[in-house]
């Protein structure tokens, strides 16, 4: 099966990557004419098949991180849950100290735009092959349309939240990170074509491919809405949002697992369980990569460890009685006190964990959010705290009783909780940010908060003004990006 899936990965990269800076032609460098590929649903398949596998590795040959790395680092390194480790790098400890020029390596965009131009390779493509296969019905191409659709969905929703304005390209290149001659967009009409795209989406994916494994790797309706939840929140669309959390909640198809010894190989180790809506299905029974998280995460010469806040402000040891009374995701399960290293994805090497993208969890919490800021939702959005807090045997200390009319409280009891259920999962930058910017940055001192307690004391005063300015909250285009397009403008605040 690993073979079935690089070879895979391999036919999409070989007509999606030519070395001419031009359109999708006819005549690939490997010889695989469009004509020669795209005639049969498993052809689709196949191409489908090479977008999810490009969320876990570049294809073989292209030197660049994977996906799921800077996932992880967009996501926590300018966030308070992580600190330098003793192999971090300079531009990594750069940006902690939030020290960040245009030639810092961990700012390439290339892997989001890999990801999307296989989708839009798929998109531009499958449609053609209804004419060349009768045995390819509309659902099944519209199914698979759908799964490109929300893949593109995705990468644009990161490609938002780091760098804001991006470029919009919604057709394949004969160069999957092809950006030449395009400028960049600005935000607000890429999370209106996210929108738009992900309503399409809605509309051909599948409720459930017969298999757990699949329904919880692959992109269903229930995927779709969870991203569209997300949007709609960083959209400030509360009542979108809860429309949208409604459906996969009114489902049933997903549960909150208690806190017991199984949780986490259930939920983390193993994958696909009743709590998963979507996961980067790394398994090693279905032609897993490499986890590389415990070069990252594990070992002695680990990039990055659990900060400081995470032991005195996220898990809190019960006051009475920490050795019986203790939250399920702190130490021992989401990371070590004794060295401060990060296992939630495993301390084996090699090692399989799934990357969670959507919980049922964190569906509850983006309803709580868009509840909390919603007319007579505040109470409910503090009953759904409460209730994920005891599945999780969250401690007394960490307990919070905000007033139901109190929205900016309540949102703080979500962001604590947030911080816990989803320690080191690519999240906590987005989730403060998020808080921060709404109501045209009403709570910015939250991020001025934040930097006081995480940046070194020596150039403290100097990142807390540069976070004054809200331009500094997104990160600047890589100068590779800028030499190869000359319409591309640099972020506004790495121009001074």
């Given at each position: 099966?690993?073979?079935?899936?690089?070879?895979?990965?391999?036919?999409?990269?070989?007509?999606?990557?030519?070395?001419?800076?031009?359109?999708?032609?006819?005549?690939?460098?490997?010889?695989?004419?469009?004509?020669?590929?795209?005639?049969?649903?498993?052809?689709?398949?196949?191409?489908?098949?090479?977008?999810?596998?490009?969320?876990?590795?570049?294809?073989?040959?292209?030197?660049?991180?994977?996906?799921?790395?800077?996932?992880?680092?967009?996501?926590?390194?300018?966030?308070d849950m992580i600190s330098a480790g003793p192999n971090a790098t300079e531009d990594e400890k750069n940006v902690f100290d939030n020290?960040?020029?245009?030639?810092?390596?961990?700012?390439?965009?290339?892997?989001?735009?890999?990801?999307?131009?296989?989708?839009?390779?798929?998109?531009?493509?499958?449609?053609?092959?209804?004419?060349?296969?009768?045995?390819?019905?509309?659902?099944?191409?519209?199914?698979?349309?759908?799964?490109?659709?929300?893949?593109?969905?995705?990468?644009?929703?990161?490609?938002?939240?780091?760098?804001?304005?991006?470029?919009?390209?919604?057709?394949?290149?004969?160069?999957?990170?092809?950006?030449?001659?395009?400028?960049?967009?600005?935000?607000?009409?890429?999370?209106?074509?996210?929108?738009?795209?992900?309503?399409?989406?809605?509309?051909?994916?599948?409720?459930?491919?017969?298999?757990?494994?699949?329904?919880?790797?692959?992109?269903?309706?229930?995927?779709?809405?969870?991203?569209?939840?997300?949007?709609?929140?960083?959209?400030?669309?509360?009542?979108?949002?809860?429309?949208?959390?409604?459906?996969?909640?009114?489902?049933?198809?997903?549960?909150?697992?208690?806190?017991?010894?199984?949780?986490?190989?259930?939920?983390?180790?193993?994958?696909?369980?009743?709590?998963?809506?979507?996961?980067?299905?790394?398994?090693?029974?279905?032609?897993?990569?490499?986890?590389?998280?415990?070069?990252?995460?594990?070992?002695?010469?680990?990039?990055?460890?659990?900060?400081?806040?995470?032991?005195?402000?996220?898990?809190?040891?019960?006051?009475?009685?920490?050795?019986?009374?203790?939250?399920?995701?702190?130490?021992?399960?989401?990371?070590?006190?004794?060295?401060?290293?990060?296992?939630?994805?495993?301390?084996?090497?090699?090692?399989?964990?799934?990357?969670?993208?959507?919980?049922?969890?964190?569906?509850?919490?983006?309803?709580?959010?868009?509840?909390?800021?919603?007319?007579?939702?505040?109470?409910?959005?503090?009953?759904?705290?409460?209730?994920?807090?005891?599945?999780?045997?969250?401690?007394?200390?960490?307990?919070?009783?905000?007033?139901?009319?109190?929205?900016?409280?309540?949102?703080?009891?979500?962001?604590?909780?947030?911080?816990?259920?989803?320690?080191?999962?690519?999240?906590?930058?987005?989730?403060?940010?998020?808080?921060?910017?709404?109501?045209?940055?009403?709570?910015?001192?939250?991020?001025?908060?934040?930097?006081?307690?995480?940046?070194?004391?020596?150039?403290?005063?100097?990142?807390?003004?540069?976070?004054?300015?809200?331009?500094?909250?997104?990160?600047?285009?890589?100068?590779?990006?800028?030499?190869?397009?000359?319409?591309?403008?640099?972020?506004?605040?790495?121009?001074?």
């Amino acid at each position: 099966m690993k073979k079935i899936i690089y070879s895979i990965s391999m036919i999409v990269m070989l007509i999606t990557v030519s070395s001419c800076r031009k359109w999708l032609d006819l005549q690939p460098r490997d010889g695989i004419t469009r004509a020669g590929f795209w005639k049969t649903k498993e052809d689709i398949q196949a191409a489908v098949a090479g977008c999810y596998t490009s969320l876990l590795a570049p294809p073989p040959g292209v030197n660049d991180k994977a996906l799921t790395e800077y996932i992880f680092m967009y996501g926590e390194i300018r966030a308070d849950m992580i600190s330098a480790g003793p192999n971090a790098t300079e531009d990594e400890k750069n940006v902690f100290d939030n020290n960040i020029v245009q030639s810092n390596t961990i700012t390439p965009w290339a892997a989001f735009y890999r990801t999307i131009n296989y989708c839009n390779t798929v998109l531009d493509f499958a449609p053609g092959v209804k004419e060349k296969d009768p045995t390819l019905t509309d659902a099944q191409l519209n199914a698979y349309l759908s799964e490109a659709l929300a893949l593109r969905s995705m990468m644009y929703f990161y490609l938002v939240r780091n760098f804001r304005d991006v470029p919009l390209k919604l057709t394949s290149t004969s160069k999957d990170t092809d950006l030449s001659e395009l400028e960049k967009s600005p935000a607000a009409k890429i999370l209106n074509q996210i929108v738009e795209d992900l309503k399409r989406a809605e509309a051909g994916a599948v409720t459930t491919y017969g298999s757990t494994v699949s329904d919880k790797g692959r992109v269903t309706k229930f995927t779709v809405n969870a991203l569209l939840a997300d949007v709609y929140l960083w959209m400030d669309n509360y009542s979108a949002c809860i429309t949208e959390c409604k459906k996969i909640i009114d489902s049933q198809r997903f549960a909150i697992q208690n806190a017991n010894s199984s949780w986490y190989n259930n939920v983390f180790y193993n994958g696909s369980s009743t709590e998963t809506i979507f996961e980067f299905n790394n398994q090693q029974s279905t032609g897993a990569t490499n986890n590389i998280f415990y070069n990252l995460l594990i070992q002695a010469k680990k990039r990055f460890i659990a900060a400081p806040y995470v032991l005195t402000d996220v898990f809190v040891p019960d006051d009475l009685d920490p050795v019986r009374n203790f939250d399920i995701r702190g130490n021992g399960t989401f990371y070590r006190t004794s060295d401060f290293s990060i296992i939630k994805y495993g301390i084996e090497n090699p090692s399989y964990v799934n990357w969670q993208a959507y919980r049922i969890t964190d569906v509850l919490m983006l309803e709580a959010e868009a509840l909390a800021f919603t007319p007579g939702g505040g109470q409910q959005a503090v009953d759904i705290i409460n209730t994920i807090r005891q599945k999780r045997n969250a401690v007394a200390v960490t307990a919070q009783t905000p007033s139901p009319e109190d929205a900016d409280a309540i949102c703080d009891y979500i962001l604590a909780e947030r911080a816990r259920e989803f320690a080191f999962e690519g999240k906590r930058w987005y989730d403060l940010l998020r808080v921060a910017k709404r109501d045209n940055y009403r709570r910015i001192g939250i991020l001025l908060e934040m930097i006081s307690r995480t940046v070194s004391p020596a150039v403290q005063q100097s990142a807390i003004n540069k976070f004054k300015d809200v331009n500094s909250h997104y990160l600047p285009i890589n100068e590779s990006e800028l030499f190869a397009d000359s319409k591309l403008v640099q972020n506004p605040f790495y121009t001074k």
